[in-house]
């Protein structure tokens, strides 16, 4: 294994893994940390654990117990995944997970850069941009766990970190390659560990991991690896042969845990034309809506792809908070939406797509997933997965990601016949 990527929730590391994969590296997404060695053919290794809202010190302990397991690998680069909203508090996590990975590497000139192009986010001057809006403008100020207020990278991580934050400006960026290593050891010697750089297009994600084809940890969103498998083939070391992709037959669901903008737009164009159940905030909580009554409900409409979902407008979501406590209430459904999708694989679904980082890792919790093979990309950052050794598909989607028609397209995706 070559290259040895940490990644803080399921979606965000599938998202990396269909990166990776699109750019010739033989990929495979482990879900929570192996208990066995990974295969000689794999050459980057996508660790995905769950780590985005847990307390800090859990979040930092289970990101170096991922690292050294990658190291015992052979990797000689790490990548620190997370999402290209930046989700996280004033408190962390992603600061605090980068700072210790970097002690423990001992590295120096960490690249913090969550930008994805091809998804809108671009990071200009050290802010990040959704589409044409500031992230704190985007609908993101108002997530239920991470409300991301402010667009400035550097000062949010700056408030996360026990160093400062050194900057690459996009003049330098634009530069290439030697022009962005140089800003980097810059920053190094003016005493910054972590380094905010921007980026607006592909391109300029290709120039910065070129310009990282020597430095031990990278931190960003999937974009930040689009040119670091290039690094690797310079040097002859990958073997550009895709490993074949193969869906399933057998009957599919839809699983929405995610209240973000994008996907209440999916889910109200997928309830248009197919039967759908809302769980809300109250059923839960109340058990007026458990495990057997969704398994009812889905497997009584088996053949017409149902939708259950619990994805509420934020004036909804914050009022539920308010009423039963934040935490409670989210492990309260996301234990739900673990059961369930445990359940129904149980009576023979074998085609699972699920809406939300948070759901899609108790999606995956749920189903007891250890690994995953990458196949075709349905919607920039979310490809179609097959489960090592079982007859089982899933979409793992992100809460932002996704064309209106996302849940039609990865259905399909997910079948036999692609």
Not at 63 to 68: F, K, P, R, T
Not at 183 to 211: C, F, N
Not at 274 to 289: G, I, N, Q, R
Not at 381 to 405: E, H, I, Q
């Given at each position: ?25 033989r ?29 800090v010190?859990?979040?930092?302990e ?7 397991w ?34 423990r ?73 030697e ?6 050891t ?11 750089v ?103 409409h ?7 979902y ?31 999708a ?18 899609s ?9 250890e ?48």
């Amino acid at each position: 294994m070559l290259l040895g990527c940490i990644g803080d929730d399921f979606t965000g590391s599938s998202d990396l893994a269909n990166t990776l994969v699109k750019n010739g590296m033989r990929t495979t997404q482990y879900c929570g940390l192996p208990q066995a060695d990974a295969g000689a053919d794999v050459e980057a290794g996508v660790v995905a654990l769950k780590t985005r809202s847990i307390p800090v010190e859990e979040a930092i302990e289970e990101s170096l117990q991922a690292l050294e397991w990658l190291q015992r690998q052979g990797c000689t680069q790490f990548l620190f995944k997370y999402c290209s909203t930046f989700d996280s508090t004033p408190e962390g996590n992603i600061g605090p997970v980068a700072e210790a990975l970097a002690d423990r590497l001992g590295a120096r000139k960490v690249i913090v850069c969550p930008a994805f192009p091809g998804a809108g986010r671009t990071l200009y001057q050290g802010h990040l941009f959704v589409q044409d809006r500031l992230l704190s403008e985007s609908g993101m100020e108002n997530h239920p766990l991470t409300p991301m207020t402010d667009p400035d990278i550097r000062r949010w991580l700056g408030l996360q970190v026990k160093g400062s934050v050194g900057h690459v400006a996009y003049g330098q960026v634009a530069g290439g390659a030697e022009t962005i290593a140089a800003a980097l050891t810059r920053e190094d010697q003016a005493g910054h560990r972590l380094i905010v750089v921007d980026a607006l297009t592909d391109d300029d994600l290709t120039a910065i991991g070129a310009a990282a084809h020597n430095i031990p940890l990278l931190t960003g969103g999937s974009g930040i690896a689009t040119g670091l498998p290039g690094n690797f083939r310079q040097r002859g070391l990958l073997a550009d042969a895709r490993e074949a992709w193969e869906g399933v037959d057998g009957p599919a669901v839809v699983l929405s845990g995610s209240c973000s903008n994008a996907t209440r737009r999916q889910v109200e164009r997928y309830r248009q034309a197919h039967l759908s159940f809302e769980v809300t905030a109250d059923a839960v909580m109340d058990s007026s809506v458990d495990v057997d009554a969704l398994v009812h409900f889905v497997e009584k409409h088996r053949d017409a792809v149902p939708l259950v979902y619990s994805s509420a407008d934020p004036a909804t979501v914050k009022a539920a908070q308010s009423r039963y406590g934040t935490e409670p209430l989210a492990h309260a459904i996301e234990t739900l939406f673990s059961d369930l999708a445990g359940a129904l694989a149980a009576t023979g679904f074998t085609r699972i797509v699920s809406a939300g980082g948070e759901t899609s890792g108790a999606v995956v919790r749920g189903l007891g997933i250890e690994a995953l093979q990458i196949g075709p990309e349905i919607d920039p950052g979310v490809p179609a997965m097959r489960v090592t050794g079982k007859p089982l598909a899933v979409a793992l989607k992100s809460g932002n990601f996704g064309a209106d028609n996302f849940f039609d397209k990865a259905v399909t995706a997910l079948g036999a016949q692609t």
